[in-house]
């Protein structure tokens, strides 16, 4: 007969009960684990869907990101087109799906459909639609954000090096190389920011904004000839922002280039009527050009705008001189 030790009876019965607490954590666990594999796998089945994206023309779009959303599992997954527009989504449940699609320079598509899952499903064609500038997609958002934040910390290089991450990842992106050549502008490394500016203009050779940004540069390089020669490129009708078309315009009047400043003080203006700047110097450029009553006319507008600041009054002492 085994005799215990006073005591060990006691001891065993608690490492016999700590043993069985273990037992039931591992069990739990692993449970957990299980169930956790299995909510990821919700989405997944038998079915298929495909699918070809195309542009408005009908070419193939290579690298349109399709993000495919099982609605009642709330899960899903990503998938890319290949050369010829073609995508593939395999071993998936039927029922409903959100799908968007996104590519940088294009308006992102979004639908909902029903699939199949023991059927075959018919092929989904997405046509989309080119924009003008940069569609910023969650992707690159964060990036892009983190990258502003640090320009305008005027820590320009630290930016310009996101920025490039960017493009390494994202090379659709390429209206980011501004953001690019804006560092080295701060930096007044006038060269690199032009061939920063370049590599837009290898994709949309018509940029506005970069044929000013690269006249921009040899300006602040102290070359007038060359940088009237880059902004003579620019249609000004393709100038978005009010404010670019009136520095450039600026720049004309500057230098006494008269007949060109207010080609573009007049777009100003008519892009937007309240701007203050635009119309003050579009009057000021009449005169110069001795169309005064085209100077009356756009000094009155001013007044309707601002009629209470200094240069309020040096525009009716304008108006006074010119209708006597």
Do not use: H
Request: charged share 30%; aromatic share 12%.
């Amino acid at each position: 007969m085994i005799k215990f030790k006073p005591g060990l009876s006691r001891k065993i019965t608690v490492a016999w009960r700590r043993f069985k607490m273990k037992k039931v954590l591992i069990f739990m666990v692993a449970a957990l684990i299980l169930t956790s594999l299995l909510f990821a796998q919700e989405y997944k089945g038998k079915g298929r869907a495909m699918g070809v994206v195309t542009d408005e023309q009908g070419n193939p779009l290579e690298g349109v990101t399709v993000k495919l959303f099982y609605v009642k599992g709330q899960q899903g997954f990503s998938v890319k087109t290949d050369k010829d527009g073609k995508w593939v989504a395999a071993w998936i449940r039927g029922g409903q799906w959100n799908i968007d699609f996104e590519k940088i320079g294009y308006a992102p598509k979004k639908i909902a459909i029903e699939l199949q899952e023991f059927q075959k499903n018919p092929e989904i064609k997405i046509a989309m639609v080119k924009v003008e500038g940069l569609v910023v997609t969650e992707e690159i958002k964060e990036m892009l954000e983190k990258g502003n934040k640090l320009f305008d910390e005027q820590k320009y290089d630290e930016a310009r090096v996101v920025y490039e991450e960017i493009m390494t990842k994202f090379p659709d992106a390429y209206p980011i190389w501004k953001n690019v050549g804006n560092c080295y502008f701060a930096m007044e490394k006038y060269a690199e920011a032009e061939q920063a500016y370049q590599k837009i203009l290898e994709k949309d050779a018509n940029n506005a904004d970069a044929l000013v940004a690269i006249g921009n540069t040899y300006l602040n390089r102290g070359d007038k000839d060359k940088a009237f020669e880059w902004y003579g490129k620019v249609n000004v009708d393709k100038i978005t922002d009010p404010v670019v078309i009136y520095n450039v315009g600026t720049m004309y009047y500057n230098n006494s280039r008269f007949a060109e400043a207010l080609v573009y003080y007049q777009k100003a203006v008519e892009k937007q009527k309240n701007f203050t700047d635009a119309l003050y110097q579009l009057g000021l450029t009449y005169l110069n050009l001795q169309k005064n009553q085209e100077a009356i006319n756009t000094f009155e507008e001013y007044l309707k705008v601002d009629s209470e600041s200094g240069r309020a009054d040096q525009v009716r002492a304008f108006l006074s001189y010119l209708k006597k």
